[in-house]
C-alpha cells in the first residue's frame, strides 16, 4: 500500500473507533484521522494482496459517506483541506494497467480500484452539495487547477466514473459561481481539440450532458459570448465521424439555443448544411433528427432566411438510393408546425423539390418511400393545383431536353466508335501490307 507520498507503512492500518463510539468533541479529530487512513492507495492489480486493509478502507470510506451528509455544522478550513487532498490522492491516479487476455478490441476499461474509488466519489459529491461547504473557504482548494484535472479525468474509458465525474462538475458549477466562466472556456477548449485535432475523447457526451443544463439556465437576452460558443464549438461537433457517440446531448444543447433565441435558428440550420454528411446514411439520418426539432422552433421570419439551401439538401435526401435517409425526409411531412411552414412558402419550396419528388414517385426502388412522395407530391397538388402542373410543366420540358442532350451525345458517341473502328480497320490492313521491321 501507498500513501499519497509514495512512502510505504506511514500508517499502521487498523479499524478506527466509529463516529457513534466516540463524543461530539472527538468526531471531527476521528473524522481527520479516517480521512488520513483513506488517503493510502493500494494495488487493485493483485487481487490477493492486503486484501484484510482493502475491506477496512472500503468501510471506512462509508463511514466518511455517512459522517458528510449528516453534518451540522460547517466544515473547518482544516476539514475541508484534508477531504480535497484524500479526494486527489484517490481520484488524480495514473490508470492501473489492464489485464490484457480476453479484453474485446472496442471494450472499455474498467477501473480494478473501483470499489474504492466509487465511494471517494461519493465522498466528494457529498461535500460539494453539502450545505455545509462554505464556498467562500473551500474555492482556495476546489480551485482553477483542480477543476482542470477533472475535466482531464472525463476522459476516462469506465462509464461509471465519467456519470460520478458529470455530476460532480455540474454541482461545482452550480455552487461556485466564480468558477462558472472558466468551466464554460475549459469545456470550450476540449470541444476545439476534439474536433480540429484529436477526435478522440470518452467524455463528450457527458460534457454535452452538463452543457445541456448550463445553457438551460441562460438568461435572455443570450450574451454574445454565449453564440459564439454555439457557432465555434457546439455546432462543429457535428464534424466527427463519431458522432453517434454524442449526438442527442448535442441535439438538445442546439436545441436550447433556438428555443432561447429563435434568430439562431438560421445560424443552426446553416452549420448543419456545412458538416451535411455526403457518404455516411446513418448519419443523415441523425442530422435529419436534428433538423426537425429545429425547425419545430423556427419562426417564419428566420425559416424564409435559409429554406433555399436547406430544401436543396432535402431534395437531395428524398433522391437517395438509401431508403432510411429518403423516408426520414418524407416524416417530415408528419409534423405539423413544419408542414405549415411549407405551405406557407410553397411557391419556393415545390419548384426546388419537385424534380426529386416525380422521380421517386415514378422510379425509386422502395415502395414505402414512393408511397410517402405520392403523399407528399398529393399534398403539393391539393395546395395549389396550378403551381403544381406549372412545375409539372417544367420538368417535362427539362426531361425532354434532357433527353435530346442524351441522345445528341449517344450519337456522337456512335459516330465516334465507328470512326474509330474504320481507322482501326485501316490500320491493320496497313500493318498486313507493310509489316514493321527493326532497322
Known amino acids: 500500500m501507498k500513501h499519497q507520498n509514495g512512502n510505504l507503512g506511514l500508517y499502521s492500518y487498523e479499524v ?12 471531527e479529530s476521528l473524522f481527520f484521522r479516517k480521512l488520513k487512513l483513506c488517503s493510502i492507495v493500494f494495488d487493485f492489480t493483485d487481487p490477493v494482496k492486503h486484501v484484510k486493509e482493502k475491506e477496512i478502507k472500503r468501510q471506512t470510506l462509508l463511514e466518511l459517506v455517512d459522517y458528510v451528509t449528516s453534518a451540522n455544522g460547517k466544515f473547518s478550513e482544516a476539514v475541508v483541506q484534508e477531504v480535497v487532498k484524500m479526494v486527489s490522492v484517490n481520484m488524480f491516479r495514473t490508470p492501473s494497467p489492464q489485464p490484457r487476455e480476453n479484453k474485446v478490441v472496442d471494450e472499455p476499461t474498467m477501473d480494478l480500484a473501483w470499489p474504492h474509488l466509487q465511494i471517494v466519489y461519493e465522498v466528494f459529491l457529498r461535500f460539494v452539495a453539502s450545505s455545509e461547504t462554505d464556498v467562500k473557504l473551500t474555492k482556495k482548494y476546489i480551485d482553477q487547477a483542480f477543476v482542470l484535472k477533472l475535466l482531464d479525468l472525463i476522459d476516462s474509458e469506465d462509464p461509471r466514473e465519467r456519470e460520478y465525474l458529470k455530476t460532480i462538475l455540474h454541482r461545482i458549477y452550480g455552487k461556485f459561481m466564480v468558477h462558472r466562466p472558466f468551466i464554460r472556456k475549459s469545456i470550450n477548449n476540449v470541444f476545439y481539440q476534439f474536433v480540429f485535432e484529436t477526435e478522440k475523447h470518452n467524455g463528450i457526451a457527458e460534457l454535452l450532458e452538463i452543457l445541456g443544463s448550463i445553457i438551460n439556465g441562460f438568461a435572455l437576452p443570450l450574451k454574445e459570448e454565449h453564440k459564439m460558443f454555439l457557432v465555434r464549438a457546439l455546432i462543429p461537433l457535428h464534424k466527427p465521424r463519431c458522432l453517434a457517440m454524442y449526438h442527442q446531448p448535442l441535439s438538445y444543447c442546439i436545441t436550447q439555443f433556438v428555443e432561447k433565441d429563435c434568430k439562431l435558428a438560421d445560424v443552426v440550420i446553416r452549420g448543419l448544411l456545412k458538416y451535411w454528411p455526403v457518404t455516411n446514411s446513418s448519419k443523415e439520418v441523425m442530422f435529419l433528427n436534428e433538423l426537425e426539432e429545429v425547425l419545430e422552433a423556427t419562426q417564419s421570419q428566420e425559416f424564409q432566411r435559409c429554406m433555399v439551401p436547406l430544401f436543396h439538401q432535402i431534395a437531395r435526401c428524398l433522391s437517395s438510393s438509401h431508403f432510411q435517409v429518403a423516408e426520414r425526409a418524407l416524416f417530415l411531412w408528419n409534423n405539423d408546425p413544419i408542414e405549415n411552414l411549407i405551405r406557407q412558402n410553397q411557391k419556393v419550396i415545390l419548384p426546388i423539390l419537385f424534380p426529386a419528388l416525380e422521380r421517386n414517385a415514378r422510379n425509386h426502388w422502395n415502395q414505402a418511400v414512393r ?34 442532350t442524351k441522345a445528341r451525345w449517344e450519337a456522337r458517341w456512335r459516330r465516334l466508335e465507328e470512326m474509330g473502328a474504320q481507322k482501326t480497320a485501316g490500320n491493320y490492313n496497313t500493318t498486313a501490307c507493310f509489316p514493321w521491321k527493326p532497322f
Request: charge should be negative; proline fraction near 7%; aromatic fraction near 8%.
Open 16 to 27: 478506527l473507533p466509529g463516529f457513534k463510539d466516540v463524543p461530539n468533541s472527538q468526531k
Open 371 to 404: 408511397s410517402l412522395t405520392i403523399n407528399v407530391r398529393k399534398i403539393f397538388e391539393d395546395l395549389d393545383p396550378e403551381l403544381f402542373n406549372d412545375c409539372l410543366l417544367k420538368f417535362q420540358e427539362t426531361e425532354k431536353k434532357e433527353d435530346e
